[in-house]
């Protein structure tokens, strides 16, 4: 509570705040995770995602004369959109850079061993598809009413395409890639810029992969599934 400008913790805090995380009650029993988090937030001064509470408070997909489980559930989808979106934008971020050691690499594809001119091909066509998808993605998740079926489908996508990636760039063939592109690329640090092209590459495909199961998760209660 406020008291006197400041917060105070209720001193049964910490008790309902266990009782709600571990609320089984089969008639009542529901997902308090971030009535708890906002809670917390409030009491050590953290900031707050404002979008996220703010399209909470106007959505017309919550009923909230349902019950405290319906509620929850309507609650932590538009929780988890805005965690994909969160996600989404912090892999972009890292974008440009990977993209311009990508091309300068890909433009000294004569340098490569003939076996891996058409590994680098299908990584290249790979990582723009994961790329593209991503844009989609992002779009899809702020439209007022995002598409189930739609979002499904495109982190199907990314499943493929990160799989691509990991199989053909980060297996086996990682060590030969990395000497590989030190050539390519041409540089005095060609080995330490091709091992961390490698890394990153290994590093933000499975950040993908992981967007890619997360959009599929998100479709399908929505799908019915």
């Given at each position: 509570?406020?008291?006197?400008?400041?917060?105070?913790?209720?001193?049964?805090?910490?008790?309902?705040?266990?009782?709600?995380?571990?609320?089984?009650?089969?008639?009542?029993?529901?997902?308090?995770?971030?009535w708890v988090e906002w809670y917390d937030k409030i009491l050590r001064g953290d900031p707050q995602d404002w979008d996220m509470l703010y399209?909470?408070?106007?959505?017309?997909?919550?009923?909230?004369?349902?019950?405290?489980?319906?509620?929850?559930?309507?609650?932590?989808?538009?929780?988890?959109?805005?965690?994909?979106?969160?996600?989404?934008?912090?892999?972009?971020?890292?974008?440009?850079?990977?993209?311009?050691?990508?091309?300068?690499?890909?433009?000294?594809?004569?340098?490569?061993?003939?076996?891996?001119?058409?590994?680098?091909?299908?990584?290249?066509?790979?990582?723009?598809?994961?790329?593209?998808?991503?844009?989609?993605?992002?779009?899809?998740?702020?439209?007022?009413?995002?598409?189930?079926?739609?979002?499904?489908?495109?982190?199907?996508?990314?499943?493929?395409?990160?799989?691509?990636?990991?199989?053909?760039?980060?297996?086996?063939?990682?060590?030969?890639?990395?000497t590989a592109f030190a050539k390519a690329i041409g540089t005095t640090a060609g080995v330490a810029a091709a091992g961390w092209l490698v890394t990153?590459?290994?590093?933000?495909?499975?950040?993908?992969?992981?967007?890619?199961?997360?959009?599929?998760?998100?479709?399908?209660?929505?799908?019915?599934?």
């Amino acid at each position: 509570p406020l008291i006197d400008g400041e917060f105070n913790i209720s001193p049964d805090w910490p008790v309902v705040r266990e009782k709600l995380l571990n609320d089984n009650d089969p008639k009542r029993g529901a997902d308090w995770s971030f009535w708890v988090e906002w809670y917390d937030k409030i009491l050590r001064g953290d900031p707050q995602d404002w979008d996220m509470l703010y399209e909470i408070a106007v959505s017309q997909d919550i009923d909230w004369e349902a019950t405290s489980r319906e509620v929850n559930a309507a609650i932590a989808r538009i929780v988890e959109k805005h965690r994909l979106l969160r996600e989404i934008a912090h892999l972009k971020a890292q974008r440009h850079q990977l993209v311009s050691l990508t091309a300068s690499a890909e433009m000294r594809s004569h340098n490569m061993p003939p076996e891996l001119v058409d590994d680098e091909a299908w990584v290249t066509q790979s990582i723009q598809i994961i790329w593209d998808t991503m844009d989609e993605a992002e779009e899809e998740l702020r439209e007022e009413k995002p598409e189930p079926s739609r979002l499904k489908y495109l982190g199907e996508v990314l499943l493929k395409a990160t799989a691509e990636v990991i199989i053909r760039y980060c297996g086996p063939k990682a060590d030969i890639m990395v000497t590989a592109f030190a050539k390519a690329i041409g540089t005095t640090a060609g080995v330490a810029a091709a091992g961390w092209l490698v890394t990153q590459l290994a590093t933000q495909a499975e950040a993908a992969r992981k967007i890619g199961n997360g959009l599929v998760e998100f479709a399908k209660p929505l799908l019915g599934g």
